[in-house]
């Protein structure tokens, strides 16, 4: 079996003929190096909930909330029911979403949870900030890092996801390819 | 997939050279901190970047749920962006 070490992709954008050649090690090794940061970003933050327990939400779906755009949304889960969801779903969430990137397991659901809470993060932090550093903020360039995950995926480098291809239970049932990295 | 990315670059980076030609004078502070009033509110530009992310979102499920499921995973399966 022969490995290229560079690839070039061929496809069409904007009407265009494009090309770009990828070097193969370098793509693989970065996606693999992307994943892992970004999973131990979230597995960091949830893991730090959890060890310090209780986590109270109520400063960010009570308060900072109010003056995001996601207000309708968030502000809901603000007390009562609501409010004891979110405080358990946000440390587990996390710890489960950084978990799944470190290891390369479920890599494309995890990232899209990522992406999915950074987009809360985003738009409840930066007015609640004043926007002080600008709309393309840190919470903006996590978000589209975890967007990029899902893109290439990650956890086929050396990851769970990898194995859990070969399973029966994905060939027989390919449409849980796309959860996979 | 260009009309989410688009509206994403309109909202974070056109009207932010916009704001930086002729907004009002602005400092940024020691500590990195931009100070001055928005000439777009930001809202305003809040709202048209979500709608890119939630056109991403949308564009995402449709092209799973078009897909055929036996090539998801060949490597070399024909795609154009659209």
Do not use: C
Request: net charge negative; no cysteine; proline share 4%.
């Amino acid at each position: 079996m022969s490995t290229q070490t560079s690839h070039r992709l061929e496809t069409r954008l904007l009407g265009h003929e494009v090309s770009v050649t990828l070097s193969g090690p370098w793509t693989a090794y970065w996606i693999r190096f992307l994943g892992f940061v970004m999973g131990w970003y979230f597995l960091h933050a949830g893991l730090d909930k959890i060890v310090n327990w209780p986590f109270d939400a109520g400063w960010f779906v009570g308060g900072a909330a109010q003056a995001s755009i996601l207000a309708p949304v968030v502000t809901p889960f603000a007390d009562g029911a609501g409010l004891a969801f979110v405080n358990v779903a946000v440390p587990v969430g996390q710890t489960l979403i950084g978990l799944g990137l470190v290891v390369g397991g479920l890599t494309r659901v995890a990232a899209f949870f990522g992406a999915v809470l950074m987009t809360f993060f985003y738009f409840v932090n930066g007015p609640g900030g004043a926007w002080a550093h600008g709309m393309v903020n840190g919470d903006l360039l996590a978000l589209l890092l975890f967007v990029t995950v899902v893109v290439f995926g990650s956890g086929k480098v050396f990851g769970l996801d990898g194995y859990l291809r070969g399973t029966a239970l994905v060939e027989n049932h390919p449409r849980l390819q796309y959860l996979l990295g | 997939m260009y009309v989410g990315g688009g509206l994403l670059l309109f909202g974070a980076v056109v009207i932010g050279v916009v704001e930086t030609l002729f907004g009002s004078p602005h400092a940024v502070t020691s500590e990195g901190q931009i100070v001055h009033e928005a000439l777009v509110p930001l809202e305003v530009r809040s709202f048209i970047i979500l709608a890119g992310l939630l056109v991403w979102l949308l564009y995402a499920v449709y092209k799973v749920s078009s897909a055929d499921p036996s090539t998801a995973a060949a490597d070399s399966a024909p795609e154009t962006a659209d």
